[in-house]
């Protein structure tokens, strides 16, 4: 099985998050892959990229609750070319900051929610990330990716030595 990360970032956090849960997590799954979100649509998520992987969205929030710039052709592709994506098995890691209090995490929570609304299969709960806690994003991400990806696992059937 393959994790396909796929990075929203405006200042790169979403980026480095991405980069500790390939270190942290490269005994669970066959591969990690990273993708920015830049010149994505949804053929990112095809049946022939989906086959044997699991997608993780790992985006940040900007503007008024929006996705990041990156982001917008790929989050805008799921309304304007909409594809019943009942193969794609996902999970979410939004990054955001508490001070936005009525958009807090909106970025990756609206991927959520899109991926949803086409039939995607989401994985778990969506963690989210609070800039204004002072805690590491690589450091508590990589570790609830790792709880994450395991239970994944496991659910499809799969043990990290068969992955
Ligand atoms: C101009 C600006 C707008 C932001 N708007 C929001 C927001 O609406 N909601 C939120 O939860 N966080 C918001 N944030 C916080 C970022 O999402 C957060 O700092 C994140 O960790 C940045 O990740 P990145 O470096 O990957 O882009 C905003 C940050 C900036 C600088």
Known sequence: MKLKILVGTMTSTADYVAQAIQMDCADLVSSIEITMMDD???S???AAHA???IYLICSSTYGSGDVPDNA?????????QPQFLGHVRYGVMALGD???LQTFC???KKFGERLLDLGAQRIGEVWCHDASSGTLP???GAEWC???LASALAGIGQSAATA
């Open 98 to 100: 508490r001070t936005y």
């Open 44 to 46: 990112v998520f095809d």
């Open 146 to 148: 790792r709880q994450w």
């Open 72 to 80: 917008r052709a790929l989050y805008e592709s799921l309304a304007e």
């Open 138 to 140: 690589e450091t508590e």
């Open 51 to 53: 086959e044997d992987a």
């Open 40 to 42: 994505l649509d949804i």
């Open 106 to 108: 909106f970025g990756g």
